[in-house]
């Protein structure tokens, strides 16, 4: 055995469990359809996580749908789904997930004083006698049972172990204490796991798991503070996605693991050479931006630019770089890329900055990249992953742009002439408008009417120069259902079209799929 092996074996395990296709997608705005579900599953899959939340088989029949899917087609991680505290939910998360091989059902219940009293509306009996009752349900379906204490930070610690110990009793083989509202902190965090851990007489027969939300920004410093204090289950999200601040970031963990392996003897069982490719993915599929200076995956995380920084890294690279780029699944190679590249030197360009396209979908991007070139002096990395991003982004829409003439200026009304795909059918408008964009708009709805209302339009330059590529965002609201979609194209007005009809393509999925109830989104 080697040293770097006996090293390794000499650390504590602990599990990861991803929660981006359920807490991720609970993020207003960030829902994903069932291709892209699974395409995220099976890549996480893939990359070594140990557990999936899948979703929440009650809260819709596309929810349901999705955590059947991918417990059919997960091969070696637990998939899992999550369900309340009722009977109707535990049977219906159950039914979901039957066809993994590895089965989890995660039920919760809230503990605190504030969710008892004015969520729950029940007294701390009735909450300790559903405890039992859910997990003894559960247990009934599947031997793999978590459950989990929402609000666990803002419980008085006498109930919370009362409500531990009866967990357990039941059959709980996973205790989750999550930082639901992100209120803790470190050191408070980790003794509330020690205390737990010491006070309940059978703490020893369960795996104890963090959660933890970001909404004081110290949700990877809390999880790590969880793992010290006895947890040995990671709960996290690729990119930190979720609901209001998010919550721990996955790639954050697993790179804080393996760097400081030093202070935190632990080790995550992720390939983390992957992590590049999950955080595209997610962020492709979601519509949700990787801020430029997020930590491991952020576009800066390995830039530099300032002249002290560049001379220390010419002289040694770790001057400035606890990682190498390689490390995370980031090569610090850079093609220069234009209208003279071939396929193959494309096709090696995505790789480097963290794609993997299937043939069709190479071949459709690699058009695009030629055209793109055609118009552009210089394409840098940020036009290429702007001009991937849409064309992954978009690949399964119903409805496409095919063509677009506007007309503005100082003169007259501003106009729009468009042609989109609906279905495999080219239909042609012509709109006017308060401006070209409101004219472009004017156009989609009148080919594709829709009652949503444009919450937001924005747009940035992926690049400098009056050349650059635009990327814009529009995000639509239709009642409770919030989508935002993104389109990048050296042409601004075109950009727009496309960001407008990929929220619209995003907000009929929605539809279809019947939405999800404000009242089913968890809080775990």
């Known amino acids: 055995m080697s040293q770097t092996q006996q090293a390794s074996s000499n650390k504590d395990r602990v599990l990861i469990f991803d929660t981006t296709l359920r807490d991720g997608e609970q993020c207003p705005g960030a829902s994903m359809t069932l291709e892209e579900k699974l395409e995220v599953a099976e890549l996480l899959d893939e990359m070594g996580v140990d557990i999936i939340e899948a979703g929440f088989p009650i809260a819709s029949d596309g929810d349901f749908e999705s955590v059947a899917e991918i417990a059919k087609r997960v091969k070696n991680a637990v998939v899992c789904g999550l369900s309340r505290a009722a009977p109707n939910d535990i049977d219906r998360c159950a039914e979901a997930v039957r066809g993994a091989k590895r089965a989890r059902i995660h039920t919760f219940i809230s503990t605190s004083p504030v969710h008892m009293k004015y969520k729950l509306q029940k007294e701390p009996h009735q909450v300790l006698e559903l405890v039992t009752q859910q997990v003894t349900r559960a247990r009934g379906h599947v031997g793999d049972v978590e459950w989990s204490a929402e609000d666990a930070t803002r419980t008085e610690m006498d109930f919370l172990c009362r409500c531990v110990e009866a967990a357990i009793k039941a059959g709980a083989t996973t205790i989750n ?19 737990v851990r010491e006070r309940v007489p059978n703490s020893d027969k369960a795996v104890f798991s963090v959660h933890c939300h970001n909404d004081l920004g110290m949700a990877v410093a809390n999880t790590l503070a969880g793992i010290a204090g006895g947890a040995r289950q990671i709960e996290c999200t690729v990119n930190g996605i979720g609901e209001r601040a998010g919550n721990a970031s996955l790639e954050e963990i697993v790179m804080a693991l393996k760097v400081r392996g030093d202070a935190m003897p632990y080790d995550s069982g992720v390939e983390a050479t992957m992590l590049m490719r999950a955080s595209k993915l997610v962020s492709a599929v979601t519509s949700f931006p990787v801020q430029y200076n997020k930590a ?31 490390s995370v699944g980031v090569s610090k190679t850079s093609l220069v890329m234009g209208k003279h590249s071939g ?3 494309f096709k090696e360009k995505l790789k480097d900055l963290g794609y993997s396209l299937g043939e069709n979908a190479l071949n459709d991007a690699f058009t695009r990249f030629k055209a793109l070139a055609d118009r552009k002096k210089h394409v840098y990395d940020e036009d290429i992953e702007a001009l991937v991003d849409d064309e992954i982004l978009n690949a399964h829409d119903r409805i496409k742009v095919v063509a677009l003439t506007v007309i503005a200026g100082t003169m007259g009304h501003q106009s729009a002439t468009l042609t989109l795909d609906m279905d495999g059918q080219h239909i042609t408008t012509q709109s006017t408008g308060n401006g070209p964009v ?5 156009a989609i709805h009148k080919l594709a009417p829709h009652t949503a209302t444009l919450d937001l339009y924005q747009v940035h330059a992926v690049t400098e120069g009056t050349d650059a590529q635009a990327e814009v965002s529009v995000r639509l609201s239709e009642g409770d259902a919030v989508v935002t979609g993104k389109g990048a194209d050296p042409d601004t007005m ?31």
């Open 343 to 345: 396929r193959h030197a």
């Open 177 to 195: 204490l999550p930082d639901t509202v992100g209120y803790s902190v470190p050191e408070e965090y980790a003794q509330m796991f020690r205390t």
């Open 438 to 442: 409101d004219a472009i708009f004017n």
């Open 296 to 326: 491991i995956v952020g576009r800066n995380a390995f830039a530099h630019e300032s002249g002290i920084h560049q001379d220390g890294m010419l002289k040694h690279t770790q001057t400035y770089e606890i990682m190498t780029p390689e």
């Open 494 to 524: 075109v950009a727009s079209a496309r960001a407008y009809v990929s929220a619209l393509n995003k907000l009929m999925a929605k539809r279809g799929r019947g939405g999800r109830p404000a009242a089913m989104n968890a809080g775990v």
